[in-house]
């Protein structure tokens, strides 16, 4: 079955630090990637995502591109802010649409101080 | 505009009770979903609900029960109310074509607290 493995920290940064959130899947078949956030006490919110190999999304200074050879959708940013703290979660939809939803990973809690 | 938007966004509730959680999305999509957020923040999928087609995902008690009235609303009723039940609940819903592409959409979570 399709699965989302992603660091799950909590990950603790110093302003301006280099970001990276590992994320690798497993999927039958080329699922669509996602990465969604989660700010304290909000619901999900889309961050970026890729529809197919190669692919990079990006949003709000966050990238991450769709790696087939590696199964993996790594999450960048060049300069976190304290306001980028937050849960991120990996999730991998597959192609084929449909009632099947989204997997996601167990989520990367990020925390950015000052 | 909201575009999935969820009732109640708190609840707190005795063990033994019935409850409902009401969802509307005004974004024309096809399917729409539940999700569950445990306290660990791990999300998994209830149901979804394609156009009058229901997919239960098997390890859902049977005292959760979705109903849609229509294709825009998916509201998510309990029987029964145990103290594990406590988390939170998203709706969500997906459309397709070019605009909507692949993107799931969530509403902004109905925070459940069994007593």
């Known amino acids: 079955g399709n699965s989302v493995t992603q660091m799950e920290g909590p990950v603790t940064l110093s302003e301006e630090a280099f970001l990276t959130i590992n994320c690798t899947y497993t999927?039958?078949?080329?699922?669509?990637l996602f990465w969604y956030v989660q700010y304290p006490g909000e619901g999900l919110q889309l961050l970026l995502k890729?529809?197919?190999?190669?692919d990079k999304g990006s949003n709000k200074g966050f990238e991450a591109t769709y790696r087939k050879e590696t199964t993996s959708f790594h999450l960048e940013k060049g300069s976190v802010q304290v306001s980028d703290s937050a849960v991120y979660f990996c999730?991998?939809?597959?192609?084929?649409?449909?009632?099947?939803?989204?997997?996601f990973g167990k989520g990367t809690h990020l925390i950015i101080q000052p | 505009d909201t575009a999935v938007s969820q009732t109640p966004k708190y609840l707190v509730t005795q063990m033994g009770n019935d409850k409902s959680i009401k969802c509307e999305q005004n974004?024309?999509?096809?399917?729409m979903y539940w999700y569950k957020q445990d306290s660990k923040k791990f999300l998994k999928i209830m149901f979804s609900?394609?156009?009058?087609?229901?997919?239960i995902n098997e390890t859902v008690p049977n005292r959760f029960s979705p109903k849609s009235p229509d294709k825009a609303h998916l509201n998510l009723h309990i029987n029964s109310l145990e103290l594990g039940d406590s988390a939170v609940y998203f709706c969500?819903?997906?459309?397709?074509?070019?605009?909507?592409?692949?993107?799931?959409?969530f509403g902004e979570g109905s925070w459940l607290t069994v007593v």
């Open positions: 609900y394609n156009n009058k087609e229901l997919i």
């Open positions: 999927a039958t078949g080329y699922p669509s």
């Open positions: 969500a819903s997906s459309g397709r074509g070019e605009l909507s592409g692949n993107t799931i959409y």
């Open positions: 890729a529809t197919k190999a190669d």
């Open positions: 974004l024309g999509h096809d399917t």
């Open positions: 999730a991998l939809r597959y192609s084929g649409g449909g009632a099947d939803g989204l997997t």
